[in-house]
């Protein structure tokens, strides 16, 4: 191939000389698998994903690292009313990360899972793909770089996702340019698309493959195209773990999309990857069939793709403790009001309630005052259930010492009458005293038992 200096050069020979699994590994975990007391295949896909960490890794099959990228970014074919929520949400969204107001910040704190989030130019939406591209082949190439940073730190899996209004919009453009078919058969709901809404996404889509159309042969154009910042950013990412041999759990239409996009330049190159979850949309279950993939979980969501990748990487560990969360139950926000019911002044978007500009407020990651009272008052009951045990062992412990005080009195008592005694019969006194000694030794050790008692309650055993 000519060299021509183009931004896209450098990508495409990363396609061309991918590195493969590790052989020796995966020969290890096989040997090792039929070694244990189990029916070869008694687990079924569990050892395939055992093989397949094993490979992906060079080593015997664990996490150990793993980590949540997700990216956030904007598009300008929102602006054609294709979604019930304006733009303004991803960047509400990415504040309410940042805060650890969402579901996945509590996920990832609860099972000790990494998390970064990218806020790609969120100010700045792309091109609308109705009529231009959404990103220079310069800028393309330049967010692609960027997500290739998503693994800077270190880890051993990793899992990627996004956040962006209208971009399941994008995704379905990407696969009808891809695949072919009918829009209608890639475009769904998404975040709540319904009857015009609905009507102008697919049209949006069909509009923008049709602009396009003589500019589809090459994966990288249809990326640029008709992509997204952070799709642009998530097949970075996954080339970045490809050439690092970094296991990769791709969730979600959109960022499926992303993953077709590489695919589509090198059929290998998904190899270091699985698909976490088929989500609700109506094209995504196609997309993975296209991808020869097969999802590991089906639970038909639509919202929270970020929270079943996470959950996929310890599901066998995800007991349902709600009350554990800080963050566990969340009442309507008002930035999840659809347009509808928003009315518009010389302000700008307003509030139906209060009156305030929609872009003046930020992501209300507050519970409501109900919800609030009911976390103070689990937050009391820990802590008053700690106060009551401490309390007790405070108390016995006082109450034990009084007690061994007494002894001590007494003990003092009857070594003044050994003295009295003395002067009278030495015989008799020296047996006392001997009895006084010994009463003494135990109270000290008593004495000190108590201590350590004592301390272990107020300190550790609460």
């Known amino acids: 191939m000519t060299?021509?200096?183009?931004?896209?050069?450098d990508f495409r020979a990363l396609l061309r000389d991918l590195p493969g699994p590790d052989t020796a590994a995966l020969v290890a975990a096989r040997e090792r698998d039929r070694q244990l007391t189990k029916p070869a295949g008694a687990l079924g896909r569990l050892e395939e994903i055992a093989f397949w960490l094993a490979a992906w890794t060079g080593r015997p099959p664990a996490v150990t690292r793993p980590l949540v990228a997700i990216f956030a970014g904007n598009h300008g074919v929102t602006k054609h009313g294709i979604t019930p929520y304006p733009s303004s949400v991803t960047q509400q969204m990415v504040e309410?990360?940042?805060?650890g107001g969402a579901a996945i910040n509590q996920i990832c704190a609860t099972y000790d899972l990494g998390l970064k989030i990218f806020d790609l130019a969120l100010d700045y939406p792309t091109g609308d793909i109705t009529c231009e591209a959404a990103l220079s082949e310069r800028d393309c190439a330049a967010t692609m770089a960027f997500g290739m940073e998503a693994i800077a730190g270190g880890t051993d899996l990793l899992c990627i996702g996004e956040m962006g209004i209208g971009n399941t919009t994008i995704a379905?453009?990407?696969?009808?340019?891809?695949?072919?078919?009918?829009?209608e058969e890639w475009v769904g709901p998404g975040t709540g698309s319904e009857g015009d809404v609905l009507k102008r996404k697919i049209d949006a889509v069909k509009t923008a493959v049709e602009f396009h159309k003589d500019h589809l042969g090459d994966p990288l154009e249809i990326l640029r195209r008709l992509g997204g910042r952070e799709i642009a950013a998530m097949a970075g990412a996954i080339l970045a773990c490809r050439m690092q041999k970094i296991p990769v759990l791709i969730d979600g239409y959109v960022a499926t999309s992303a993953a077709a996009i590489l695919k589509a330049v090198n059929p290998s190159a998904l190899d270091h990857c699985l698909i976490g979850h088929v989500s609700g949309e109506p094209g995504h279950l196609k997309a993975i069939e296209k991808l020869g993939k097969t999802p590991l979980l089906a639970l038909g969501m639509r919202r929270g793709?970020?929270?079943?990748?996470?959950?996929?990487?310890?599901?066998r560990r995800l007991p349902f403790r709600h009350g554990d969360l800080p963050n566990a139950r969340y009442p309507r926000s008002r930035w999840l009001t659809p347009r509808a019911t928003r009315k518009r002044g010389k302000a700008g978007r307003r509030s139906k309630e209060d009156g305030t500009p929609i872009s003046s407020r930020r992501s209300p990651s507050r519970l409501s005052p109900a919800d609030r009272r009911a976390a103070f008052h689990t937050s009391c009951w820990r802590w008053s259930s700690a106060l009551r045990v401490r309390f007790v062992g405070a108390?016995?412990?006082g109450v034990t010492f009084i007690i061994l005080m007494l002894v001590l009195f007494c003990i003092e008592a009857v070594n003044t009458a050994i003295e009295v005694v003395d002067r009278i019969s030495p015989e008799i006194s020296t047996v006392g005293r001997n009895a006084k000694d010994l009463g003494s030794f135990a109270v000290f050790?008593?004495?000190?038992?108590?201590?350590?008692?004592?301390?272990?309650?107020?300190f550790f055993a609460a």
């Open 395 to 397: 108390t016995l412990g």
């Open 305 to 315: 793709h970020r929270c079943r990748r996470a959950g996929i990487v310890r599901r």
């Open 96 to 99: 309410n990360f940042a805060a």
């Open 445 to 458: 050790c008593l004495l000190v038992a108590n201590g350590l008692y004592a301390g272990y309650i107020v």
């Open 172 to 183: 379905a453009a990407i696969n009808l340019a891809l695949y072919g078919g009918t829009a």
């Open 3 to 9: 060299v021509t200096g183009l931004p896209f050069d």
